[in-house]
């Protein structure tokens, strides 16, 4: 709701526009004129999107708006738009978050009521790393209980018992979440929109899916790719458990594996952190 009223907020201050526009031809093409000087596009597209469809004019720089910050094209939106989608959805559905509408205060005294908030965000700002890492963070709060539930599902049915220290369980499940954080964080930094998202993750873990012996042995494969193999992080999961479970000591049992979830965990996170922008 708070970014549906966003968006038409904007909507409202694009049409304000035109009264600081030069006023050379009144009226509704002067509205166009402004709408498209503001977005940088030819004032014909404007134009079409006001008379090709159903969009209303003061919806035209919301339109533009949502197609600019989601990567796609103004008629693909307005025809969303006309089939009955709400803004929200809409928003949610190119990736415009309500953040995308903060517009910074030169003079944080001029905000009112809300002058003591932008004081203080202003005097403890958020670094890149922190708030990737607080993110990543996050995900392991359900860790302990998934892990929990998984294990006890395979000891009551299956009769699978962990004959190394649970702490060694732990400890593999909480790297190699961490891992996969650092992997979602790479992805999401690298695309724009929630289905390019799916997209990079479909393709990222498939292979891991297929190669890494989650539902088949990896020795089924020709020797020649078991180091490869061996090297992918699902694959470092999958033979850590499994060297935990049959009660090995953690660090001679299962110290290569963890050493690869470390190196793919700090090398997708730098490079999240080096792609991340704010937006």
Known sequence: MLLSRGLMVLA???????????????????????????????????????HGGDIAADEIPVVLFVARRGGVSAEAVAALRESGRGWTELAQRFGVGANALHIPLRDPTSAGVLSAAYQRFAATPMRRPHYLVSYALSRLLFLVLEVGAIVGFGWLIFDVAVRGPLLAVLV????????????????AARSRTIESVSGWMNLLMLPMWLLSGSFFSYERFPEAF????????????????????????????????????????????????RRFRWQ
């Open 226 to 273: 078991w180091p490869a193999i061996r090297l992918l992080p699902l694959t470092a999961v999958n033979d850590a458990l499994r060297a935990v479970f049959r009660g090995e000591a953690l660090v001679a049992g299962a110290l290569p594996e963890l050493l690869v979830l470390a190196v793919w965990g700090l090398v997708s996170f730098v490079i999240a952190v």
């Open 12 to 50: 409202t201050a694009a049409s304000l526009a035109t009264a600081a526009a030069p006023q050379a031809m009144p009226g509704e093409l002067a509205y166009y004129r402004a709408v498209a000087s503001y977005f940088q596009v030819p004032a014909s597209e404007v134009a079409i999107l006001a």
């Open 172 to 187: 593999v499940a909480i790297v190699g979440g961490l891992t996969f954080a650092a992997l979602g964080l790479l992805v």
